[in-house]
């Protein structure tokens, strides 16, 4: 099976995760500075020196068929309390030198406005629960559509909107570490919406060139066992994660059956969320005006009936079988499946990405086109100056890939192809030990290794192959 000769080939990264230099610049604060800090187990600091080192990994990108990166603007290295007056101007020069550079090596830059990386003083104010920051993103993003004007061609609002709000209130491994409030889960969802909605609308109106689009995690969610008594639990939970993001995004109104699942879910924890004429009509303006939907995409879920207490264990050390995932009125992730995953306990699981597109083009017939924005084997690197063997890895993207060109062949516009990540980064609640890249880094010297899959990306890049995990 080979890859369209136009499918993008590129790798992704995030600010906070590779920069470092946290305080470097007159950036200002995140919460998660303090958060890891208080912590205690690691923190974002040098990262993989990104700030210093963006001319070598692109260099690198360059040599290896990256043919694109995703790079996410620190909302708080260009306005420090993320609503100045003025920007701040060495913020917004390392950006215009590292898109510069960007291009310079033929590397196609998309940029991300927000990866999980509010400045603090909004923050701390309540995030996106206060319309405060709505109103400050779509100002941020303003000024970025207009500085980087001649730099940038392809924009992103947001990265995964449902892991922002579930990490923050729900699962409570993102600062403010609140659990189990669906409230503010759902509430957070449907007000970052609105800021997309805005931000989308603003880019639009001012006739700026290129593309822009969001990045929603979409896992796929199956009723466990495929019994019939699990499928009202798979579709709460998808509709808690997915389809409420994907109604916002694509109808511009939530449908009368995600409602009523909404208000199922909600009811069941004591939960309510305001939706108000204003906010419904600015999500209405901007349905169409996506150019694309990024899918972040890992793994799918198999779902069970649930009616116990809110229960969740996040596996953030890669203690394999030590994930707990149940959700009072929605339902428990199973895991006895005869299906693999990594040590993390994310299941392995290309047809749920291939069933995912397939399943958006046919419920949002108004999407545009498709990237895979993320995907990527977590996976403990064994570092050697040879050659690391990360085989798993590359097996891995090869099956994922070949998801993606089952969806294009059922007629989906899946236009590309992002890998979590270029090279190694920090990961927000699992550290240095959950590697990605196709791109080891030495975390104490910061020099960079190509792994075994970086050679087999450059291959695939020019033969289009996807048969084989060996290289040449
Ligand atoms: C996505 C995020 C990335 C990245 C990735 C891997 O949710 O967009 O920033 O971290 O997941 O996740 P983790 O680092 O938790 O393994």
């Known amino acids: ?113 927000h990866h999980f990386d509010t400045p603090d003083a909004l923050h701390s104010q309540g995030d996106f ?97 495929g019994k019939k008594e699990n499928e009202h639990a798979a579709f709460l939970y998808d509709v808690l994660a997915n389809k409420f993001l994907l109604d916002a995004t694509y109808k511009g109104y939530y449908t009368e059956e995600v409602m009523d699942a909404v208000n199922e879910i909600l009811l069941a924890n004591n939960g309510e969320i305001h939706i108000t004429e204003e906010d419904l009509a600015h999500l209405d303006a901007a349905k169409d005006l996506n150019d694309f939907l990024g899918i972040n995409y890992y793994q799918s879920n198999f779902v069970k009936a649930y009616d116990g207490d809110n229960d969740i264990h996040h596996n953030g050390t890669g203690e394999k079988g030590t994930s707990v995932f149940a959700l009072h009125g929605v339902g428990e992730q199973m895991f006895d499946m005869d299906i693999p995953r990594n040590d993390w306990d994310w299941l392995i699981y290309p047809d749920g990405l291939r069933d995912q597109m397939i399943r958006v083009a046919k419920e949002y017939p108004n999407y545009k086109k498709i990237y895979v924005t993320e995907n990527g084997m977590g996976y403990k690197d064994d570092f050697n100056t040879e050659l690391i063997d990360d085989t798993p890895r590359i097996d891995y993207i090869r099956k994922h890939l070949i998801a993606c060109k089952e969806a294009i062949d059922a007629g989906v516009n899946v236009a590309g192809y992002f890998v979590w990540s270029l090279m190694d980064v920090f990961s927000w609640s699992n550290g240095y030990n959950k590697r990605y890249g196709l791109f080891y880094v030495d975390f104490d010297t910061q020099e960079r290794y190509p792994k075994k899959s970086a050679y087999w990306w450059k291959q695939l890049n020019e033969n289009r192959d996807l048969s084989s995990n060996d290289i040449g």
């Not at 995703?70 to 100045?84: L, V």
């Open 129 to 225: 629960l206060n319309q405060h920051t709505i109103d400050s993103f779509v100002k941020y993003a303003a000024f970025c559509f207009e500085e980087y004007k001649d730099e940038v061609s392809y924009w992103i609002t947001f990265n995964e909107i449902w892991p922002v709000t579930s990490g923050q209130y729900l699962v409570g491994k993102f600062p403010p570490a609140i659990t189990y409030d669906f409230s503010k889960t759902l509430q957070g969802q449907h007000n970052m919406m609105v800021a997309h909605a805005k931000a989308i609308k603003l880019f639009k109106d001012n006739q700026y060139e290129g593309e822009i689009g969001i990045i929603h995690s979409l896992e796929t969610k199956y009723p466990y066992e």
């Open 1 to 113: 099976m080979n890859l369209p000769k136009e499918f993008l080939l590129g790798g992704a990264t995030a600010a906070y995760q590779a920069e470092g230099a946290t305080a470097v610049g007159g950036k200002g604060k995140v919460a998660w500075d303090d958060y890891l800090e208080k912590q205690g187990r690691f923190k974002a600091d040098p990262a993989s020196d990104f700030y210093n080192k963006y001319p070598i990994d692109l260099k690198l990108s360059h040599e290896f068929g990256v043919d694109a990166i995703r790079i996410s603007i620190a909302w708080s290295r260009i306005f420090p309390n993320g609503d100045d007056a003025e920007a701040n101007p060495a913020g917004v020069q390392f950006y215009h030198d590292l898109f510069k550079e960007a291009r310079a090596q033929g590397v196609e830059p998309y940029v991300t406005l």
